[in-house]
Nanobody, 125 residues
């Protein structure tokens, strides 16, 4: 499966941004999808993940209450709505996919076999 993330950009602190991730796979609805991010000089970290039916969603503590992950299976697209953005949210955001991830491992980047190229989000103070 090929993933393409887009929607990043420069936004002021407190602002909002919506990221999208387009998937080439027709069976997109069967894939578990996740968002991860990597800030300059830091390791990549989990942001949010969503199960194939959208019934199961996981968020990192840093994302809870501010970010919303969703998916449109009919359009093979994953979204990340980000609000109340902070300068510490500045990072390259990656979408990832896999078909076989245990429910307790959705936050583990090593469980995902397919990755998009990343989109840069810069939050100015």
């Amino acid at each position: 499966v090929q993933l393409q993330a887009f929607g990043g950009g420069l936004v002021q602190a407190g602002g909002s941004l919506r990221l999208s991730c387009a998937a080439s796979e027709r069976s997109f609805s069967r894939w578990i999808m996740g968002w991860f991010r990597q800030a300059p000089g830091k390791e990549r970290e989990f942001v949010a993940a969503i199960g194939w039916s959208s019934l199961l969603i996981r968020y990192a503590d840093s994302a809870k209450g501010r970010f919303t992950i969703s998916r449109d299976n009919a359009k093979n697209t994953l979204f990340l709505q980000m609000s109340s953005l902070k300068p510490e949210d500045t990072a390259v955001y990656y979408c990832a996919a896999d078909r076989h991830i245990g429910l307790t491992h959705m936050q583990d980047e090593h469980e995902y076999d397919y990755w998009g190229q990343g989109t840069l989000v810069t939050v100015s103070s």
